[in-house]
């Protein structure tokens, strides 16, 4: 096995992953008519990043080989492609959804802003515990429900903050405070779990290897088992917190640029009205 080869030629091709990709491309072209728009190449191209990840050579290395690769699959689906899905939907597709009564309660609930972020939160920390975490590596169907959960709490915890409906989302100052207190959370996660010992997650430690995958890893690529450890803690922490950083920064510039206008309106004067004659 050759680096180039596991990169093009090493997938895993579930039905339920292809099948479900084509039917949320399906649905949104319905809703969207069709329309090529750059909200559309967003959707899209989040939809592929979400199939590519789940079918190709990381699903293969992170279910079996590393546990670096699993942790750049879990922060993909949770901070790559909810973005992606949430920028890409049009306003209007979600107005029409909204004006059913039981949409609309539903989003008044998961959308509410403590309600996302303790979810999305619970949600990335409670699949990290070694028990949860073993179980999903051994039994394939906890595995998709894993993932399931993951895109659902992470499109929560990024709707208060991108929603396509601008009167669904937080103000600027809340949305700083809500992504700070992610981000740190986000960061300390990384740092326990770049530290743990690797017993803590077994299934690496002897892969099967059907692929004949192992031998690039550890003689081309130089991985040991404690080197992909850290490297899936730092994964989190540093790449995972530089979405959260991204994110931050435009909050900011927004909030910014908002103040700064409404300095410029408050002094500005009104012109005196003419002397009567």
Do not use: C
Request: glycine share 6%; charged share 10%.
């Amino acid at each position: 096995m050759t680096t180039s080869k596991l990169l093009t030629s090493v997938w895993e091709l579930y039905p339920s992953v292809l099948i479900g990709s084509a039917v949320l491309l399906l649905a949104y072209g319905l809703a969207v008519g069709w329309r090529f728009t750059r909200r559309a190449v967003y959707f899209v191209l989040g939809v592929l990043i979400m199939a590519w990840t789940l079918v190709g050579f990381l699903d293969v290395l992170g279910d079996d080989y590393l546990f670096s690769a699993h942790m750049a699959q879990h922060l993909i689906l949770i901070e790559i492609v909810p973005l992606l899905l949430l920028v890409g939907t049009p306003s209007d597709v979600v107005q029409r959804l909204l004006d059913i009564p039981l949409f609309s309660r539903l989003e008044r609930v998961l959308g509410n802003p403590w309600v996302a972020w303790t979810t999305g939160i619970f949600v990335l920390y409670v699949w990290h515990l070694p028990p949860l975490y073993n179980a999903a590596l051994a039994n394939e169907n906890i595995h998709v429900f894993q993932h399931l959960t993951f895109l659902a709490s992470a499109t929560m915890f990024w709707w208060p903050i991108l929603s396509p409906l601008q009167s669904r989302r937080v103000s600027l100052p809340v949305a700083f405070l809500y992504l700070m207190g992610a981000a740190i959370a986000n960061t300390f996660l990384g740092i326990i779990v770049a530290y743990v010992p690797p017993s803590v997650y077994p299934a690496y430690s002897h892969p099967a290897d059907p692929e004949g995958i192992l031998a690039l890893i550890r003689n081309q690529w130089r991985l040991t088992r404690e080197a992909d450890q850290v490297l899936g803690g730092m994964l989190m922490w540093v790449p995972g917190g530089l979405v959260f950083a991204g994110v931050i920064f435009n909050v900011l510039a927004k909030w910014y640029s908002e103040s700064d206008l409404k300095a410029e309106l408050s002094g500005q004067t009104i012109p005196p009205s003419a002397p009567k004659v």
